[in-house]
């Protein structure tokens, strides 16, 4: 069975400080794809980034950066120099790959980031 | 860019009632979910419909639940009588020819049982 863990229920920073989400997860397939979803005050889910088992190259987008380390079965996500707008509950979520077909999503809890002013 | 729609936004109901939440997936997508999250809590996958029929169920996804693709479009999800338990965001997805191809949530329907 898939599981994700995600360890940090809540993260408080002050503004400009850079902070980490951590993600752990769990699968017995060689095949699967990671993600991470923002879901802000309002509620509805922000696709942040997809990564498949294959790719293990760190990403960078804008303030945004993932490090991915398939021995660790971690997917961590950072945010540098955070500001009041990030502030929103982080999901890492992971799904195993099927080619020919659909795909669940099993996500993690959840981490509530506060970015405060 | 193209969206799931989802309506309506909030939806209140009495105990015991039927409520039918909709979705419209992107067009050219061919498979279909609804996942919820309970107040506070994780997103869980309830169904996945895929060729006009059901091809994977969670536990959640009991006698109550129904779901339907009734006119080539709209995407239902039916909750007979419902509980205050059913009470939590209901988000439809869609995706492309697996999840290879992108997985798009819906901006979600709050469904409050009172």
């Given amino acids: 069975a898939q599981k994700v863990t995600q360890a940090q229920t809540e993260i408080s920073v002050v503004e400009k400080e850079d902070v980490t989400l951590d993600c752990v997860y769990e699968t017995r397939d060689t095949t699967y794809y990671l993600f991470w979803y923002k879901q802000p005050p309002s509620g509805e889910l922000v696709f942040l980034i997809r990564r498949n088992s294959f790719d293990e190259q760190n990403e960078i987008s804008g303030r945004y950066s993932w490090n991915f380390q398939k021995s660790t079965s971690s997917f961590n996500f950072t945010i540098t120099a955070s500001q009041v707008v990030d502030s929103a509950v982080y999901f890492c979520a992971l799904s195993e790959a099927l080619f020919s077909g659909y795909s669940t999503l099993t996500f993690g809890k959840g981490t509530m980031l506060l970015v405060s002013p | ?114």
């Avoid at chain 2, 509980?83 to 409050?112: H, P, Q, V, W």
Wanted: with cysteine; glycine share 6%.
């Fill in chain 2, 1 to 114: 860019e193209p969206e799931v729609t989802q309506t309506p936004s909030h939806q209140v109901t009495q105990m015991g009632q039927e409520v039918i939440l909709r979705c419209v997936p992107i067009s050219n997508h061919l498979y279909f979910y609804w996942y919820r999250q309970i107040l506070g809590q994780k997103v869980e996958f309830l169904v996945s419909f895929y060729n006009n029929e059901i091809s994977e169920k969670s536990e959640i996804f009991d006698d109550q639940f129904s779901v339907e693709r009734p006119d080539g479009s709209n995407f239902t999800l039916k909750i007979r009588s419902t509980k205050l338990e059913d009470s939590a965001m209901y988000f439809c997805a869609s995706s492309d020819r697996g999840i290879n191809y992108g997985y798009t949530f819906g901006s979600g329907t709050r469904l409050t049982v009172v």
